[in-house]
Nanobody, 123 residues
Framework: QVQLVESGGGLVQAGGSLRLSCAASGRTFSSYTMGWFRQAPGKEREFVAVITWRGGNTYYTDSVKGRFTISRDNAKNTVYLQMNSLKPEDTAVYYC????????????????WGQGTQITVSS
Protein backbone atom coordinates (compact mmCIF):
# COMPACT_ATOMS: atom_id res chain seq x y z
CA GLN A 1 0.00 0.00 0.00
CA VAL A 2 1.39 3.37 -1.00
CA GLN A 3 0.83 6.43 1.16
CA LEU A 4 1.21 10.03 0.03
CA VAL A 5 1.60 12.96 2.42
CA GLU A 6 1.43 16.53 1.15
CA SER A 7 2.89 19.47 3.05
CA GLY A 8 3.90 23.08 2.54
CA GLY A 9 0.53 24.72 2.25
CA GLY A 10 -0.46 27.94 3.90
CA LEU A 11 -1.62 31.51 3.53
CA VAL A 12 0.31 33.77 1.18
CA GLN A 13 -0.26 37.15 -0.40
CA ALA A 14 -0.76 37.50 -4.11
CA GLY A 15 2.58 37.51 -5.89
CA GLY A 16 4.17 35.32 -3.26
CA SER A 17 5.62 31.84 -3.47
CA LEU A 18 5.18 28.46 -1.83
CA ARG A 19 6.71 25.06 -2.33
CA LEU A 20 4.59 22.00 -1.82
CA SER A 21 6.04 18.60 -1.07
CA CYS A 22 4.51 15.18 -1.51
CA ALA A 23 6.31 12.38 0.28
CA ALA A 24 5.57 8.84 -0.79
CA SER A 25 6.08 5.57 0.97
CA GLY A 26 7.15 2.50 -0.92
CA ARG A 27 10.29 1.31 -2.57
CA THR A 28 9.14 1.86 -6.12
CA PHE A 29 8.59 5.63 -6.03
CA SER A 30 11.06 6.17 -8.83
CA SER A 31 8.81 4.20 -11.15
CA TYR A 32 5.75 6.38 -10.48
CA THR A 33 4.57 9.20 -12.68
CA MET A 34 3.31 11.78 -10.20
CA GLY A 35 0.73 14.49 -10.59
CA TRP A 36 -0.58 17.51 -8.71
CA PHE A 37 -4.24 18.42 -8.77
CA ARG A 38 -6.22 21.07 -6.95
CA GLN A 39 -9.77 21.54 -5.84
CA ALA A 40 -11.33 24.88 -5.06
CA PRO A 41 -14.54 25.12 -3.02
CA GLY A 42 -17.52 24.07 -5.07
CA LYS A 43 -15.40 22.98 -8.01
CA GLU A 44 -14.13 19.76 -9.45
CA ARG A 45 -10.62 18.56 -8.76
CA GLU A 46 -8.51 19.78 -11.66
CA PHE A 47 -5.14 18.90 -13.12
CA VAL A 48 -2.20 21.17 -12.31
CA ALA A 49 1.02 19.43 -13.28
CA VAL A 50 2.57 16.03 -13.86
CA ILE A 51 6.10 14.67 -13.95
CA THR A 52 7.00 11.35 -15.52
CA TRP A 53 8.77 8.69 -13.56
CA ARG A 54 12.21 9.59 -14.83
CA GLY A 55 11.49 13.28 -14.52
CA GLY A 56 12.19 13.81 -18.18
CA ASN A 57 8.77 15.13 -19.06
CA THR A 58 6.58 17.63 -17.32
CA TYR A 59 3.20 18.99 -18.30
CA TYR A 60 1.16 21.85 -16.87
CA THR A 61 -2.28 23.25 -17.12
CA ASP A 62 -2.22 26.52 -19.05
CA SER A 63 -3.12 28.69 -16.08
CA VAL A 64 0.06 27.81 -14.19
CA LYS A 65 2.59 27.61 -17.01
CA GLY A 66 5.54 29.86 -16.33
CA ARG A 67 4.61 30.19 -12.65
CA PHE A 68 4.65 26.64 -11.27
CA THR A 69 7.40 24.04 -11.54
CA ILE A 70 7.04 20.37 -10.75
CA SER A 71 10.12 18.38 -9.83
CA ARG A 72 11.06 15.21 -8.02
CA ASP A 73 13.81 13.74 -5.90
CA ASN A 74 13.64 9.98 -6.21
CA ALA A 75 16.24 9.52 -3.49
CA LYS A 76 13.85 11.23 -1.08
CA ASN A 77 10.67 9.68 -2.50
CA THR A 78 9.33 13.20 -2.88
CA VAL A 79 7.73 15.28 -5.58
CA TYR A 80 7.59 19.06 -5.34
CA LEU A 81 5.49 21.87 -6.71
CA GLN A 82 7.19 25.24 -6.67
CA MET A 83 4.54 27.91 -7.01
CA ASN A 84 5.56 31.48 -7.83
CA SER A 85 3.57 34.60 -8.63
CA LEU A 86 0.59 33.16 -6.84
CA LYS A 87 -2.85 34.54 -7.61
CA PRO A 88 -6.07 34.45 -5.59
CA GLU A 89 -7.49 32.03 -8.15
CA ASP A 90 -4.79 29.53 -7.14
CA THR A 91 -6.57 29.14 -3.80
CA ALA A 92 -7.51 25.48 -3.40
CA VAL A 93 -6.64 22.25 -1.69
CA TYR A 94 -3.72 20.71 -3.54
CA TYR A 95 -3.40 16.96 -3.89
CA CYS A 96 -0.71 14.70 -5.25
CA UNK A 97 -1.52 11.42 -6.86
CA UNK A 98 0.12 8.51 -8.61
CA UNK A 99 -0.75 8.13 -12.28
CA UNK A 100 -2.02 4.71 -13.14
CA UNK A 101 -3.27 4.73 -16.71
CA UNK A 102 -4.86 6.94 -19.30
CA UNK A 103 -4.68 10.69 -19.70
CA UNK A 104 -2.31 12.61 -17.44
CA UNK A 105 -4.92 15.36 -17.28
CA UNK A 106 -7.77 13.26 -15.94
CA UNK A 107 -8.45 12.75 -12.26
CA UNK A 108 -9.66 9.23 -12.96
CA UNK A 109 -6.22 8.25 -14.25
CA UNK A 110 -4.71 8.58 -10.78
CA UNK A 111 -4.92 6.65 -7.56
CA UNK A 112 -3.35 6.76 -4.11
CA TRP A 113 -4.18 10.36 -3.40
CA GLY A 114 -2.77 12.21 -0.43
CA GLN A 115 -4.91 14.04 2.11
CA GLY A 116 -4.31 17.41 0.48
CA THR A 117 -2.80 20.69 1.65
CA GLN A 118 -4.62 24.02 1.67
CA ILE A 119 -3.28 26.99 -0.26
CA THR A 120 -4.92 30.34 0.33
CA VAL A 121 -3.78 33.34 -1.67
CA SER A 122 -4.99 36.69 -0.43
CA SER A 123 -5.39 39.68 -2.72
Amino acid sequence: QVQLVESGGGLVQAGGSLRLSCAASGRTFSSYTMGWFRQAPGKEREFVAVITWRGGNTYYTDSVKGRFTISRDNAKNTVYLQMNSLKPEDTAVYYCGIWKTGSYYSRGSYDYWGQGTQITVSS
